[in-house]
């Protein structure tokens, strides 16, 4: 099974490398760029981990903050897909693990003789 994947988020970090310390520092040099974000948006971009980004605010960043991909965003292997434990196929293993148990028995019909 292939190793599911995460990632963490160093614009902060490439941020402050750049003395670049507050989160409005980005405002104008994205707006220089054709993108308007508001002081909100560039906060969650800079404090939170996006979950979704637009390839020209990437781009944006990229060059801004003179780095590559590679320095704002690192993979990692995720840690809660590690820590859970893999579950039995249907109908396999003991019913505590998979559906096996909680799946209902079919019924079934028998003739009736009158």
Not at 6 to 25: K, N, P
Not at 41 to 58: A, C, D, G, I
Not at 79 to 86: D, E, F, H, I, Q
């Amino acid at each position: 099974m292939a190793q599911k994947l995460d990632y963490r988020w160093h614009l902060r970090q490439v941020m402050a490398s750049q003395e670049m310390f507050q989160t409005t520092d980005l405002i104008a040099p994205l707006a220089e760029r054709g993108i308007i974000l508001s002081s909100s948006q560039v906060y969650r971009l800079v404090t939170e981990r996006p979950e979704r980004l637009s390839m020209k605010v990437l781009m944006a960043l990229l060059d801004i903050l003179d780095c590559t991909m590679d320095d704002l965003i690192e993979p990692v292997a995720d840690a809660n897909a590690a820590a859970k434990p893999k579950k039995n196929a249907v109908g396999g293993g003991s019913g505590a693990e998979g559906l096996g148990s909680l799946r209902p028995k079919r019924a079934r019909i028998t003739p009736v003789d009158r």
